[in-house]
């Protein structure tokens, strides 16, 4: 594990200044009014921070995937739908650039790179979430157009992005007829419905995208080539849950400063309640489970960032090497994504039943902690993710 540099430093110190200034103050504010902080993310871009993970070919700042997660982590103290709102803008970014032509590189990365265009990612579908591969929405090859029917489900920041990364079928059943489509928000045929009613997580639009016989341009196929689909999608994920589960430990954290902030305010038998050890030992845990979701998580980053012989580990002896990141990217999200479901549970517990009023932010903190356990595959699909791992090398594959 490196030690952050100190251009690194400054740029945590940079982001968690922002974030406890101008993000947190205004979380509630967006929450309740269901309303996409886009101002805010709109900051993110012009302060480079939509494209820290990024080539400078693409305008990226070309930072570690560790200090992208970190920025994250921030991020999601002061508003989840911020953090999470960056994590999924850089999944759908992250997926153009890495399986893109270099056409269509220079012509659709640059501007997601620096926040104007907003990035979603559609890969659900009302009949396959966990089984994503069993999709039906379709693309049939028309001259010049691939023509697109179908709905895709759950998209977060459907009807505010700019920009969506489109999965949809172009050959038969299975994961090897999925191909990747960049569509804007101005695509003939594709309306967005109502944003879905959630319990929570209400400033991040969640919505289905209707698609009937939508005229996508040819050269919106990602990559040019028919049946990449499918893996773009999965290897997009990797990363994708590396950046829930640093949103989970940004939330985690969050509800850890609000329980002690009032557990050493709090008075009763007069004394503070954070004396009695029935609370203390509440907050012990729900630190520990937090230190350790984010030890997890670097390591997990780290990893990814020899893989790619990028960051601290650009030009060292055996870095570069590509060791698989899948399974330690389960791991992480599925450990801090439970562990901040309970820290969550715990906050609401400490503050009693303030805890239970949204005059504070706790009970708002328990409600988004859920759904980390459902989306980018729920934890039991990370389990499985991680069971087949393992199996593979009991058979001795890998
Ligand atoms: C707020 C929100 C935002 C989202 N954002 C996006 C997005 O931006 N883009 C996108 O494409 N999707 C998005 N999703 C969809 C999300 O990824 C899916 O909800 C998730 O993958 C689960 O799919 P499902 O809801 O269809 O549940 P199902 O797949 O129907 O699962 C139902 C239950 O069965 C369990 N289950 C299913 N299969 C197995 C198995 N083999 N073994 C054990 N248990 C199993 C699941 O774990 C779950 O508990 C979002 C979802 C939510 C709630």
């Known amino acids: 594990m490196h030690r952050l540099s100190e251009e690194e430093t400054s740029l945590l110190e940079l982001v968690r200044g922002f974030a406890r200034t101008e993000v947190a103050p205004a979380a509630d504010h967006y929450e309740r009014s269901h309303t996409f902080p886009r101002p805010l993310f709109d900051q993110l871009g012009s302060m480079d921070l939509t494209g820290l993970p990024f080539a400078s070919a693409v305008g990226g700042s070309e930072v570690s995937y560790r200090t992208y997660l970190l920025v994250l982590e921030e991020l999601s103290r002061g508003s989840l739908a911020l953090g999470m709102g960056l994590s999924v803008h850089t999944l759908a970014t992250w997926g153009i650039d890495t399986f893109a032509t270099p056409e269509q590189r220079e012509r659709f990365v640059p501007d997601m790179v620096a926040g104007h265009a907003l990035g979603a990612y559609a890969l659900s579908e009302p009949g396959s979430g966990s089984d994503a591969a069993a999709m039906i929405t379709r693309a049939r090859r028309d001259g010049e157009h691939y023509r697109l029917d179908g709905l895709k489900a759950w998209v977060t920041h459907g009807g505010v992005a700019d920009r969506y990364l489109v999965m949809a079928r172009t050959g ?29 997580l209400w400033s991040s639009p969640t919505a289905q995208l209707i698609f009937e016989d939508a005229p996508v341009p040819v050269d919106r196929l990602v990559g040019g080539e028919e049946g990449t689909g499918f893996r773009l999608a999965m290897a997009s994920l990797d990363g994708g849950r590396l950046g829930i589960a640093a949103c989970a430990v940004g939330l985690a954290q969050a509800a850890l400063d609000v329980a002690v902030g009032y557990a050493g305010e709090r008075e009763q038998f007069g004394r ?29 980053a780290d990893r990814r960032d020899h893989a790619a012989g990028v960051g601290p580990y650009a030009g060292v002896a055996g870095a570069g090497t590509g060791y698989p990141v899948t399974e330690v990217a389960a791991m992480s999200k599925l450990f801090a994504t439970d562990a901040t479901m309970q820290t969550t549970l715990d906050a609401v517990q400490v503050l009693g039943g303030a805890g239970y009023t949204t005059d504070y932010p706790a009970e708002r903190y328990l409600r988004e902690a859920k759904v980390l356990q459902i989306l980018e595959g729920t934890n039991q699909i990370q389990r499985l993710v991680i069971g087949r791992q393992l199996a593979d090398r009991s058979r001795g594959r890998r």
Do not use: H
Request: negative net charge; proline residues 7%; hydrophobic residues 45%.
């Open 272 to 300: 503070p309640i954070v004396e009695f050890q029935g609370v203390s030992f509440l907050l012990a845990d729900m630190a520990t489970r937090t230190e350790a979701s984010r030890a997890l998580l670097l390591s997990a």
């Open 172 to 200: 038969d059943t299975g994961a090897k007829g999925i191909s990747a489509f960049i569509v804007d928000a101005d695509q003939p045929g594709m309306t967005v419905a109502p944003p879905e009613s959630k319990m929570g």
